[in-house]
C-alpha cells in the first residue's frame, strides 16, 4: 500500500525526484511507475537519464494543483476548497484511475 505524502513532506521535496518517489506522491506502486514510465504514459514529463528516470518536481506539484510562490517553494493552498483537484493516472489500458479512491 502507498502511504500519502503529507503537506509538509511534499514541502521538502527536492527539485528532481525518482521514479518511485514521483508514483508515491501520486500514489502509484513502484512496478506501476515504472511500466507508465516506460510506455511514455506517465502523468507529467519524466527524463531518462540511462537506465534510470527522474522527474522534475515542478510539473508533479503542478500535476496536483499545487504552483510555486515567488520564492520558488511549493504554494500549498488548494485553490478550490470545494472542488480540488484529482489527480489521473493512465494506466495504459485505456483506463484513467483517479487517485481519489471515493471516485474511482
Do not use: C
Request: a positive charge; zero cysteines; charged letters at 20%.
Amino acid at each position: 500500500m502507498v502511504t500519502p505524502f503529507t503537506l509538509t513532506q511534499l514541502q521538502a521535496l527536492p527539485p528532481v525526484l525518482d521514479i518511485e518517489t514521483a508514483g508515491r506522491v501520486l500514489l502509484v506502486g513502484r512496478t506501476k511507475s515504472h511500466e507508465l514510465a516506460r510506455r511514455g504514459q506517465f502523468p507529467v514529463p519524466v527524463l531518462r537519464l540511462g537506465k534510470a528516470y527522474r522527474v522534475p518536481t515542478a510539473p508533479l506539484l503542478a500535476h496536483l494543483g499545487i504552483t510555486p510562490t515567488p520564492d520558488g517553494g511549493p504554494d500549498l493552498r488548494i485553490t478550490d476548497p470545494i472542488n480540488p483537484p484529482t489527480p489521473q493516472v493512465n494506466d495504459g489500458d485505456g483506463h484513467n484511475w483517479s487517485q481519489d479512491r471515493r471516485t474511482a
